[in-house]
């Protein structure tokens, strides 16, 4: 399911309470990533935007009305440093991993490869 206007963005599962038709969907794409591409598209040579996915995610938690228990977001990524090459990209990515934690809402980056580095830049997102 596409989200908003943003380009590159899917939601794989609806907001709700984990379960164990969910969490084994995740653990699908997990050990074989293909399925992803199967059910969502491939996006390789995509520009991804970092700030807008988390921005996309906020909204979703805003919209939620009632207590919820607690907020977290799983970003599945094969890129280590997805703006490398693009500081203003970095910067907003930045500053929206700032505006999560103060919003409490917890950032679980899943790599879909066996090395990767965070402290490229996921470790500076999540701090």
């Known amino acids: 399911m596409n989200v908003k206007d943003f380009e590159h963005l899917s939601m794989i599962l609806p907001m709700d309470v984990s379960e164990g038709t969910s969490i084994q969907l995740i653990e699908k794409y997990i050990e074989d990533p293909s399925k992803l591409k199967e059910d969502v598209g491939a996006f390789e040579n995509c520009q991804v935007k970092i700030h807008e996915a988390l921005w996309q995610c906020q909204s979703v938690f ?7 228990a607690g907020k977290k977001i799983l970003l599945f990524t094969t890129k280590e440093d997805p703006h490398a ?11 929206k991993g ?3 934690i103060e ?11 066996r090395s990767f580095d965070f402290s490229k830049f996921y470790s500076k997102l999540t701090m």
């Open 62 to 68: 805003n919209d939620v009305s009632g207590k919820v």
């Open 85 to 95: 090459n693009d500081s203003t990209l970095r910067k907003q990515a930045l500053k």
């Open 98 to 100: 700032r505006d999560l």
């Open 103 to 113: 919003t409490e809402i917890e950032l679980e980056v899943v790599p879909f490869t």
